[in-house]
Protein backbone atom coordinates (compact mmCIF):
# COMPACT_ATOMS: atom_id res chain seq x y z
CA UNK A 1 0.00 0.00 0.00
CA UNK A 2 1.21 3.42 -1.13
CA UNK A 3 1.50 5.57 2.09
CA UNK A 4 2.44 2.79 4.49
CA UNK A 5 5.74 1.23 5.81
CA UNK A 6 4.40 -2.26 7.15
CA UNK A 7 5.10 -5.27 5.60
CA UNK A 8 3.22 -8.11 6.08
CA UNK A 9 4.28 -10.83 8.00
CA UNK A 10 4.52 -14.22 10.36
CA UNK A 11 7.53 -13.56 12.17
CA UNK A 12 6.78 -12.57 16.27
CA UNK A 13 7.50 -9.34 15.99
CA UNK A 14 4.45 -9.38 13.67
CA UNK A 15 2.09 -11.25 15.85
CA UNK A 16 3.27 -9.11 18.90
CA UNK A 17 0.58 -6.33 20.22
CA UNK A 18 1.34 -2.29 18.88
CA UNK A 19 1.26 -1.15 22.62
CA UNK A 20 4.24 -3.64 23.78
CA UNK A 21 5.99 -2.63 20.82
CA UNK A 22 5.78 1.13 21.12
CA UNK A 23 6.19 0.76 24.82
CA UNK A 24 9.72 -1.00 24.11
CA UNK A 25 10.31 1.67 21.66
CA UNK A 26 9.82 4.46 24.64
CA UNK A 27 11.53 2.63 26.72
CA UNK A 28 15.11 2.09 24.71
CA UNK A 29 14.67 6.13 23.55
CA UNK A 30 15.28 6.82 27.50
CA UNK A 31 17.67 4.17 28.10
CA UNK A 32 19.62 5.02 25.46
CA UNK A 33 19.70 9.08 26.35
CA UNK A 34 21.04 7.80 29.44
CA UNK A 35 23.51 5.72 28.68
CA UNK A 36 27.58 6.64 27.35
CA UNK A 37 29.20 3.92 26.87
CA UNK A 38 30.57 3.20 23.14
CA UNK A 39 30.24 -0.59 23.83
CA UNK A 40 27.06 -0.83 25.27
CA UNK A 41 25.65 1.46 22.68
CA UNK A 42 27.22 -1.46 20.18
CA UNK A 43 25.50 -4.09 21.78
CA UNK A 44 21.92 -2.40 21.47
CA UNK A 45 22.65 -1.84 17.96
CA UNK A 46 23.56 -5.22 17.34
CA UNK A 47 20.68 -6.30 19.23
CA UNK A 48 17.94 -4.19 17.19
CA UNK A 49 19.88 -5.68 14.13
CA UNK A 50 19.16 -9.05 15.23
CA UNK A 51 15.43 -8.48 15.82
CA UNK A 52 15.53 -6.45 12.22
CA UNK A 53 16.60 -9.91 11.57
CA UNK A 54 14.48 -12.21 13.10
CA UNK A 55 11.44 -9.75 11.73
CA UNK A 56 12.25 -11.35 8.18
CA UNK A 57 11.83 -8.05 6.36
CA UNK A 58 13.85 -8.07 3.47
CA UNK A 59 17.28 -6.05 3.17
CA UNK A 60 16.10 -4.12 -0.25
CA UNK A 61 12.85 -3.40 1.88
CA UNK A 62 15.17 -1.87 4.34
CA UNK A 63 17.15 0.05 2.16
CA UNK A 64 14.55 1.55 0.30
CA UNK A 65 13.73 3.83 3.89
CA UNK A 66 17.41 4.55 4.98
CA UNK A 67 19.01 5.52 2.19
CA UNK A 68 18.42 9.25 2.46
CA UNK A 69 18.96 8.79 6.27
CA UNK A 70 22.43 7.18 5.73
CA UNK A 71 24.03 9.86 3.67
CA UNK A 72 22.18 12.41 6.56
CA UNK A 73 23.77 10.17 9.31
CA UNK A 74 27.16 10.42 7.20
CA UNK A 75 27.35 13.89 7.10
CA UNK A 76 25.66 14.62 10.37
CA UNK A 77 28.97 12.28 12.23
CA UNK A 78 31.35 14.27 10.26
CA UNK A 79 30.44 17.16 11.56
CA UNK A 80 29.95 15.75 15.44
CA UNK A 81 33.55 14.66 14.64
CA UNK A 82 34.83 17.78 13.41
CA UNK A 83 33.05 20.19 16.17
CA UNK A 84 33.37 17.90 18.98
CA UNK A 85 35.32 14.75 19.13
CA UNK A 86 35.43 11.46 16.75
CA UNK A 87 33.98 9.25 20.41
CA UNK A 88 31.27 11.82 20.36
CA UNK A 89 29.96 11.42 17.09
CA UNK A 90 30.86 7.78 17.42
CA UNK A 91 28.28 7.99 20.38
CA UNK A 92 25.68 10.21 18.96
CA UNK A 93 25.88 7.51 15.31
CA UNK A 94 25.11 5.02 17.47
CA UNK A 95 22.51 6.43 19.55
CA UNK A 96 20.45 7.40 16.71
CA UNK A 97 21.59 4.55 14.27
CA UNK A 98 19.64 2.01 17.38
CA UNK A 99 16.83 4.36 17.31
CA UNK A 100 15.60 4.97 13.78
CA UNK A 101 16.34 1.36 12.70
CA UNK A 102 14.54 0.54 16.36
CA UNK A 103 11.43 2.82 15.01
CA UNK A 104 11.65 1.48 11.38
CA UNK A 105 11.24 -1.72 13.07
CA UNK A 106 8.13 -1.00 14.91
CA UNK A 107 6.80 0.61 11.95
CA UNK A 108 7.80 -2.54 9.45
CA UNK A 109 5.82 -4.73 11.61
CA UNK A 110 3.13 -2.68 12.97
CA UNK A 111 -0.38 -1.90 10.81
CA UNK A 112 -1.03 1.94 11.13
CA UNK A 113 -5.07 0.85 12.10
CA UNK A 114 -2.61 -0.57 15.03
CA UNK A 115 -0.61 1.96 16.46
CA UNK A 116 -3.74 4.77 16.00
CA UNK A 117 -5.82 2.29 18.49
CA UNK A 118 -3.41 2.34 20.70
CA UNK A 119 -2.78 5.62 20.79
CA UNK A 120 -6.34 6.57 21.33
CA UNK A 121 -6.77 3.95 24.52
CA UNK A 122 -3.58 5.83 25.77
CA UNK A 123 -5.12 9.34 25.30
CA UNK A 124 -8.62 8.29 26.52
CA UNK A 125 -8.37 9.35 30.04
CA UNK A 126 -7.25 13.14 28.80
CA UNK A 127 -10.60 12.91 26.07
CA UNK A 128 -12.85 12.16 28.76
CA UNK A 129 -11.20 15.34 30.84
CA UNK A 130 -11.95 17.51 28.07
CA UNK A 131 -8.16 18.20 27.40
CA UNK A 132 -7.96 16.61 23.61
CA UNK A 133 -10.40 15.06 20.93
CA UNK A 134 -8.94 11.75 20.68
CA UNK A 135 -10.28 10.87 16.99
CA UNK A 136 -8.30 13.69 15.67
CA UNK A 137 -4.97 13.29 17.09
CA UNK A 138 -5.20 9.34 16.74
CA UNK A 139 -6.28 10.64 12.51
CA UNK A 140 -2.93 13.31 12.45
CA UNK A 141 -0.85 10.62 13.95
CA UNK A 142 -1.92 8.05 11.31
CA UNK A 143 -1.48 10.40 8.76
CA UNK A 144 1.96 12.29 9.39
CA UNK A 145 2.92 8.10 9.69
CA UNK A 146 1.63 8.00 6.21
CA UNK A 147 3.45 10.99 4.92
CA UNK A 148 6.79 9.87 6.33
CA UNK A 149 7.43 7.01 3.49
CA UNK A 150 5.58 9.28 0.72
CA UNK A 151 8.42 11.65 1.03
CA UNK A 152 10.58 8.62 -0.21
CA UNK A 153 8.64 7.94 -3.08
CA UNK A 154 8.15 11.58 -4.14
CA UNK A 155 11.69 11.70 -4.58
CA UNK A 156 11.98 9.18 -6.41
CA UNK A 157 9.49 10.25 -8.53
CA UNK A 158 10.94 13.63 -9.36
CA UNK A 159 14.19 12.19 -10.18
CA UNK A 160 12.86 9.88 -12.58
CA UNK A 161 10.66 12.44 -14.17
CA UNK A 162 13.77 15.06 -14.41
CA UNK A 163 15.89 11.93 -15.72
CA UNK A 164 12.83 11.52 -18.38
CA UNK A 165 13.58 15.23 -19.62
CA UNK A 166 17.16 15.14 -19.64
CA UNK A 167 17.71 16.93 -16.37
CA UNK A 168 20.61 15.56 -14.63
CA UNK A 169 18.83 15.07 -10.74
CA UNK A 170 20.25 17.34 -8.02
CA UNK A 171 19.80 18.53 -4.33
CA UNK A 172 19.14 21.53 -6.24
CA UNK A 173 17.07 20.99 -8.87
CA UNK A 174 14.70 18.50 -6.92
CA UNK A 175 14.39 20.74 -3.45
CA UNK A 176 12.19 22.83 -4.68
CA UNK A 177 9.39 20.33 -6.78
CA UNK A 178 10.32 18.20 -3.47
CA UNK A 179 9.40 21.18 -0.83
CA UNK A 180 5.97 21.90 -3.01
CA UNK A 181 4.74 18.30 -3.01
CA UNK A 182 5.59 17.84 0.70
CA UNK A 183 3.24 21.08 1.49
CA UNK A 184 0.81 20.12 -0.71
CA UNK A 185 0.40 16.91 1.16
CA UNK A 186 0.62 18.28 4.04
CA UNK A 187 -2.25 20.59 3.39
CA UNK A 188 -4.27 17.62 2.43
CA UNK A 189 -3.77 16.11 5.75
CA UNK A 190 -4.53 19.30 7.13
CA UNK A 191 -7.80 19.51 5.44
CA UNK A 192 -8.44 15.60 6.52
CA UNK A 193 -8.29 16.29 10.13
CA UNK A 194 -10.74 19.40 9.73
CA UNK A 195 -13.16 17.39 7.55
CA UNK A 196 -13.16 14.63 10.42
CA UNK A 197 -13.86 17.56 13.16
CA UNK A 198 -16.79 18.74 11.19
CA UNK A 199 -18.14 15.42 10.58
CA UNK A 200 -17.65 14.59 14.58
CA UNK A 201 -19.60 17.96 15.75
CA UNK A 202 -22.39 16.83 13.10
CA UNK A 203 -23.04 13.74 14.49
CA UNK A 204 -22.54 14.97 18.01
Same mark, same amino acid.
Given at each position: MRGSLYSPG??????????????ALAMLG??????HSLPVLAAVLFGVIWLTYRSGVSVSRLWRQLRTLFWFMLFLGLYSAWVQSPEAAAEMLLRLSSLILMALL???????????????SVLEPFSRLG????????????? $? =? &???? @?? %???? /???????????IKPGVLT???????? $? =? &???? @?? %???? /???AVNSSAVK
Open positions: QSWLHRLKAGRKLLVVLMMVVSLTTPITQMMEVMEWVDVSQVSLAFGL $T =L &RLIP @EL %SLQW /DEIREAQMARGMLFPMLVR $T =L &RRAQ @EI %SEAI /DAR
